[in-house]
């Protein structure tokens, strides 16, 4: 149960962060919080990462929907073995937490609130669930690999 608490949480997190964005942020503005470094720069991604696919906005929603199952199923595959796998359920319910803020965000509003700017040779704009699915892929992996 805790693994799905974790999920809702970065969900309900990330949620909030966008429903604040749009609120609170011009589209297309940006505002320096660190000079020269970081930004608040709201955009609305109708691809994914770097705007891939940005002019097929089903095939995203597709592709997402497909990996979001297909995560899920091993999530829940995972359960029956919590102890030995606790390391992969802790980090897969942060991205599926992240995955599922975009994928709501797409389906209801036909793209992703992206807000987060990082000053950096060609970074992207992103957002929390953004850096949930990076930050729980790498977790997993490093934990998988410490692992062994």
Known sequence: MKYFGIMLSVFGLDTVTKIWARKKL??????????????????????????????NPK???????GLIGWC???????????????????SLSVMLGGALGNFWDRIRRGGVTDF??????????????????????IWGLLASLWKR
């Open 72 to 90: 899920f199923a091993a999530f829940c595959m995972m359960l029956t073995k919590q102890e030995e796998k606790k390391h992969l359920l802790l």
């Open 26 to 55: 011009p589209l297309g503005g940006k505002t320096e919080i660190i000079k020269d470094k970081f930004y608040f720069r709201r955009i609305k991604n109708d691809g994914m990462a770097y705007n891939t696919l940005e002019r």
């Open 59 to 65: 095939a995203v929603l597709y592709l997402t929907g």
């Open 116 to 137: 987060l700017y990082i000053k950096w040779k060609k970074a992207p704009i992103f957002n929390l669930a953004d850096i949930a699915i990076v930050s729980g892929g």
